[in-house]
């Protein structure tokens, strides 16, 4: 499977325009515009910047306040009743996301929008386990999975569901190293738009295009390596200035007895 190069089309795959959006007490957006046509885009920036928030909003899980956030022209809350299959995303916290007691049925939920019986979609699931050299995993239980197992799983049920539109949040997070080279495989080969938060740059640094948030707002959007290059030599400086003032002890008075 080759990437869609969705680029072509004239309406933007995804479009949030003037977006406000107010999570607790805490202004996450203001005036957040994107226009996201790329096949694959990363995400990136500092804990709390606005990753997991952007997901969200895009598979209509949050509203904003203000702003539209549409979705191959749908609006994004509407996306789950009016097309089901059209956007899937891939949890921070896997528990977040598994609903089912053992791996087979969460699977099989996936394929719900389809129509197929329960029965059947359960046969689908285990056959699609056994052609990933999982069909051990079956019938285990959630519960007795490792958390890199559980978002394993995850990735799995958003392969057999295959949305038009992947929304993938930290998904290396807890995956060994043959686990994180696999998914960066599978992402590679997805025929779907597939959009990754990430705080691990080299799954992104190649991408097309790489978003940059610090605190709700896009720091810097362009080609993976420029982008990613340009994040790091922030963390650097920031790094450095803190180690300064760190050697440089507390700010007044600490001295002053001697
Ligand atoms: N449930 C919530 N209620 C209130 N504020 C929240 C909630 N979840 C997140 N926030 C706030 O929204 C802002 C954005 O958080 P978000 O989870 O989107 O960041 P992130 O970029 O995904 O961070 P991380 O890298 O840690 O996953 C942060 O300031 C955070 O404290
Ligand atoms: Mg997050």
Redesign the pocket.
């Known amino acids: 499977m080759s990437p869609v190069h969705a680029k072509s089309n004239t309406t933007p795959l995804l479009d949030i325009q003037d977006v406000t959006l107010v999570?607790?007490t805490?202004k996450?957006f203001d005036a957040l515009t994107l226009q996201l046509n790329e096949s694959r885009i990363g995400l990136i920036?500092d804990?709390?910047?606005?990753?997991?928030?952007l997901f969200r909003m895009i598979c209509g899980l949050d509203a904003p306040q203000s702003g539209t956030v549409r979705v191959r022209t749908l609006d994004a809350h509407q996306v789950n009743t009016k097309r089901p299959g059209l956007v899937g995303m891939m949890f921070?916290n896997p528990d977040d996301q598994i609903i089912f007691p053992t791996v087979e049925e969460e699977l099989a939920l996936g394929l719900s929008p389809s129509g197929i019986s329960r029965r059947e979609a359960i046969g689908r699931a285990r056959v699609f386990l056994t052609s990933r050299g999982l069909a051990h995993w079956s019938e285990r239980t959630i519960g007795s999975l490792s958390q890199g197992q559980r978002q394993h799983v995850c990735w799995l049920a958003l392969m057999i569901a295959s949305p038009e539109l992947l929304l993938l949040d930290?998904p290396f997070a807890s995956l060994d190293l043959p686990g994180q080279a696999l998914l960066g495989i599978d992402i590679a080969q997805a025929s779907q738009q597939v959009i990754v938060?990430t705080?691990l740059l080299q799954h992104v640094r190649s991408f097309e295009r790489v978003i940059w948030?610090d605190k709700g707002q896009v720091r810097a959007d362009g080609p993976g390596p420029g982008v990613c290059a340009a994040y790091e030599s922030d963390v650097a400086v920031r790094l450095a200035a803190q180690a300064l003032s760190f050697n440089d002890g507390p700010a007044d008075g600490a001295n002053s007895s001697h």
Do not use: T, Y
């Open positions: 999570r607790g805490c996450v920036g804990n709390g910047a606005g990753k997991s928030s921070q930290e938060s705080h948030l």
